[in-house]
């Protein structure tokens, strides 16, 4: 039988053996983010993320489909004494509650349908990160990442759905160096925030 999406994620994080460092775009970016407050890393995988925010202060939350992810990164949590609030969930507009985030983090993870809850669940000023693979500008650019157009934004499309948010930093489909770790061909990342009231 075939394996499902959530065997095949929970398969990938048994096999996976060193515990992923944070993104180097999100400790780039940080001054861009709220100092702390309440935070969500959504589809989070391991987790790397989600810890850095909690070890910065945010009081986080991290949410994913994936029970040996979540289950790691609970582990890793307590491993490191980091306090962090795990969830084993499929994301969908029914998962999130009225509560807000002062910053929702995404990274390789893409359900457009998502996008205006994701935004109604900002508190007033809060920020939303948003890395995922994406059409690159350059077509002698092997871009990582996955072939489906479900799961790869097209160029600007980041830019459209999160139209409702001022931009203060968007990258498209980017690679301005050789360094694959900082510099990934194919990814856009946004990172926008909700006007204050
Ligand atoms: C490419 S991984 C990215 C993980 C992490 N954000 C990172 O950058 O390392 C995609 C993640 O999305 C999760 N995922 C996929 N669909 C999901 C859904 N509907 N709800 C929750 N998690 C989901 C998978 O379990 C997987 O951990």
């Known amino acids: 039988m075939a394996e499902t999406k959530a065997e095949r994620w929970n398969r990938v994080y048994r096999?996976?053996?060193a515990y992923p460092q944070p993104n180097?775009?999100?400790l780039r970016y940080r001054a861009l983010l709220p100092a702390a407050g309440r935070a969500l890393d959504l589809a989070c995988g391991l987790g790397a993320?989600?810890?850095?925010?909690?070890?910065?202060?945010f009081e986080t939350e991290a949410w994913d489909a994936s029970s040996v992810a979540i289950a790691r990164l609970a582990a890793e949590a307590s491993r490191r004494?980091?306090?962090i609030t795990t969830r084993c969930v499929q994301v969908s507009p029914a998962a999130?509650?009225?509560e807000t985030f002062d910053l929702i983090y995404v990274r390789r993870f893409l359900d457009r349908a998502l996008f205006p809850t994701i935004i109604t669940s900002l508190a007033l000023g809060g920020v939303l990160f948003y890395e995922t693979f994406a059409d690159t500008h350059n077509k002698d650019v092997v871009a990582s990442g996955p072939k489906n157009p479900d799961y790869r934004l097209s160029v600007n499309e980041l830019l459209q759905?999160?139209?409702p948010l001022v931009v203060r930093l968007f990258i498209d489909g980017f690679q301005i160096g050789s360094d694959q770790d900082t510099q990934p061909a194919g990814q856009?990342?946004?990172i926008?925030?909700?006007?204050?009231?």
């Open 24 to 26: 180097p775009q999100l």
């Open 81 to 83: 004494n980091t306090l």
């Open 49 to 57: 993320d989600g810890l850095y925010l909690a070890e910065q202060g």
């Open 96 to 98: 999130f509650t009225s």
């Open 15 to 17: 096999e996976t053996t």
């Open 188 to 190: 856009s990342l946004i």
């Open 192 to 197: 926008a925030q909700k006007p204050p009231a």
């Open 161 to 163: 759905l999160c139209e």
